[in-house]
Each structure stands twice: as structure tokens, then as C-alpha cells.
T-cell receptor
Framework: DQQVKQNSPSLSVQEGRISILNCDYT??????FLWYKKYPAEGPTFLIS?????DKNEDGRFTVFLNKSAKHLSLHIVPSQPGDSAVYFC?????????????FGTGTRLTIIP | GAVVSQHPSRVICKSGTSVKIECRSL??????MFWYRQFPKKSLMLMAT?????????EQGVEKDKFLINHASLTLSTLTVTSAHPEDSSFYIC????????????FGSGTRLTVV
């Protein structure tokens, strides 16, 4: 059973426009959510996170929105840049006290068109 | 959807012993499997990439004699931590790739290894 779902395997966005990546989860025990970015032949790198006590977290061009009632989160990138082309994973964990297990989605490949 | 089964989910072993972690793709053939180590603060380190029937490609700084990876079939990859030490205690996560680079990654549920 896929507890974290990214239903769009790929997304293409024009440079300068907004990229919106979506993620849904089913486990109501999740209360900490993360986004990772992965370039080819590299491991995923942490991008941004959000705790369930918030509904928005912003870091530069990246903003993550959390809708707990819908069990949905999204990552907004604005403006999109060519270097943002990568695979993006959302992940979730129960609590954030240390090294809790992460449950990952299957990823969305974002392509930024110059 | 695609499922990757990782086993065991947690294991405690004595220092100096070896531990094997299995990663199976249940309903698809995984041409490539990846092994990661999860560090505190949610960082993931890619340890190695394994392709079925060939030797794994290890990332710089990862000891291949200590972390033995075998990808004997299109549905199974194993990671053996040999002569485990307390500093090897961590989460180990596998993921399987179904097709071309960038598509169809599925992560296993992770293994928490504690070496005492």
C-alpha cells in the first residue's frame, strides 16, 4: 500500500513560470513532511520540510503547502529555473525527534523548458 | 502500484557480526536498485547503485568490502553489512528503478540497524 503518492510522474514548465508538484498521503499519523530533489546519478538531497502544525513553509523560491484535512501537500517553485530540472520526491515521517523512518513517494520528474 | 519490500524492518546485532538486508521488487522487474543510508536531520546518502548481474557501483567513501551488495536477480538486491560496528547503526533504505533514468523510483520501507 503506497502511503505517500505522487500521481504525476512528470511535469514540464516554462522557465520563469511557477512549478507545482503535488503529493498525497494516506497515513494520518504522518506529521512531518519533506521534499527531496534528485539529479541523475546522485542521491536525493533535502530541499524543504514542513511540520503538521503549519500549513506553509517558505524558503527562497521554494514554498511547501500542507492541507492536513485533504492529506495533501504541494511544492511550489517560483520562478522556475533550468537548474530545477530534476526528480522531486516527497516524503513523510511520524514525528521529527531524530532519525525517524521516512516514507517516500515515487517521484515527479520536473523539466524546465528554457 | 509498484511495491518494494525491504526486510528486516529493524535489526539489532552485536558488534563484529554481519547483517543482511533484502530489497525485493514485488510486482515489477528492477533493472537498477539503489542503497541509501539515512542520517539524522533527514539527509540521505547514496551508498551504491546495483544493476542486475553486474557489480555494484559504490559512491566515494563507501567501503565496498564492508557493505557488500548483490543484485542476483531482477527482483532482489541484498546489502550485507560485514563486521558491523556501532557507528554503522542507521537507517538503510533501498529503492528500485523500473525504467529509464528519472522514472518509476519506488522506495523500500527502510531497515533500522542497531549495532550494540
Amino acid at each position: 500500500d503506497q502511503q505517500v503518492k505522487q500521481n504525476s510522474p512528470s511535469l514540464s514548465v516554462q522557465e520563469g513560470r511557477i512549478s507545482i508538484l503535488n503529493c498525497d498521503y494516506t497515513n494520518s499519523m504522518f506529521d512531518y513532511f519533506l521534499w527531496y530533489k534528485k539529479y541523475p546519478a546522485e542521491g536525493p538531497t533535502f530541499l524543504i520540510s514542513i511540520s503538521s502544525i503549519k500549513d506553509k513553509n517558505e524558503d527562497g523560491r521554494f514554498t511547501v503547502f500542507l492541507n492536513k484535512s485533504a492529506k495533501h501537500l504541494s511544492l511550489h517553485i517560483v520562478p522556475s529555473q533550468p537548474g530545477d530540472s530534476a526528480v522531486y520526491f516527497c516524503a513523510a515521517s511520524v514525528a521529527n525527534f531524530g532519525n525517524e523512518k521516512l516514507t517516500f513517494g515515487t517521484g515527479t520528474r520536473l523539466t524546465i523548458i528554457p | 502500484g509498484a511495491v518494494v519490500s525491504q526486510h528486516p524492518s529493524r535489526v539489532i546485532c552485536k558488534s563484529g557480526t554481519s547483517v543482511k538486508i533484502e530489497c525485493r521488487s514485488l510486482d515489477f522487474q528492477a533493472t537498477t536498485m539503489f542503497w541509501y543510508r539515512q542520517f539524522p536531520k533527514k539527509s540521505l546518502m547514496l551508498m551504491a547503485t546495483s544493476n542486475e548481474g553486474s557489480k555494484a557501483t559504490y559512491e566515494q567513501g563507501v567501503e565496498k568490502d564492508k557493505f557488500l551488495i548483490n543484485h542476483a536477480s531482477l527482483t532482489l538486491s541484498t546489502l550485507t553489512v560485514t563486521s558491523a560496528h556501532p557507528e554503522d547503526s542507521s537507517f538503510y533504505i533501498c529503492s528500485a528503478q523500473q525504467g529509464a533514468e528519472g522514472y518509476g523510483y519506488t522506495f523500500g520501507s527502510g531497515t533500522r540497524l542497531t549495532v550494540v
